[in-house]
């Protein structure tokens, strides 16, 4: 303690002397209204011009557009429900979608090029590209988050709550994610697999999916 005083003491001494012993003065620098102003109002200009696109941005994101399908997303501890209410505009039916996560099996714990860890389920949701498609997130249990960086979707899933999202899957293929949300033990094996195929190629698959479910 009395170290540190003895510092401290030092120190405002060392200053004080340098101060008074100083008799150089900066006339012309001591300040510049000019170069002031600049300095203040060109970080300024600088985020007000990254500021205006993101704003952009994330009121288009949150724009909810006429949609030409609906899937509507369950959360649950610890696996996914999906329906597909009118994703085959010729028939009236919901089509409902369980999606759990797959168990490895014995001949899959060996990595191998090109597989999934943790990001594979029992049943996908599907859904047609070039479409614009609102996403309509809720929960059965706890919080939940339903994420999927590569469409750039991340909307809570929130029990009593339903919060929308709106996506235009550009290019087919397979898109994964997980909840990102800390649920309980299973956290870790709520994967979620999109799979975007263009409408025509879809319609086989719904009708015998649809003559499944109602036989």
Not at 25 to 49: C, D, K
Not at 138 to 155: N, R
Request: hydrophobic share 45%.
């Amino acid at each position: 303690m009395i170290r540190n005083i003895v510092v401290v003491i030092l120190i405002v001494r060392s200053a004080y002397i340098c101060l008074i012993k100083n008799k150089q003065t900066f006339r012309y620098f001591s300040e510049n209204q000019q170069l002031e102003t600049l300095w203040t109002l060109l970080p300024a200009a600088i985020l007000i011009s990254l500021a205006i696109p993101s704003l952009r941005l994330l009121y288009l994101q949150d724009e909810t557009w006429k949609p030409e399908f609906t899937l509507k997303v369950e959360a649950h501890q610890w696996y996914w429900d999906y329906e597909l209410p009118n994703l085959l505009k010729s028939v009236d039916h919901t089509i409902p979608i369980t999606s759990t996560y797959t168990l490895p099996t014995a001949q899959d714990l060996t990595p191998k090029l090109g597989a999934t860890h943790l990001l594979e389920v029992r049943n996908r949701a599907i859904l047609p590209t070039n479409s614009v498609i609102q996403i309509l997130v809720s929960s059965a249990d706890v919080l939940h988050s339903f994420t999927v960086p590569s469409l750039g979707i991340k909307v809570d899933a929130v029990p009593g709550r339903r919060n929308a999202w709106s996506i235009n899957i550009k290019r087919p293929g397979i898109y994964t994610g997980q909840c990102s949300e800390i649920c309980g033990v299973n956290h870790a094996f709520m994967p979620i697999v999109i799979e975007a195929a263009p409408y025509k190629t879809l319609l086989t698959w719904l009708k015998e999916l649809i003559k499944g479910t109602l036989s």
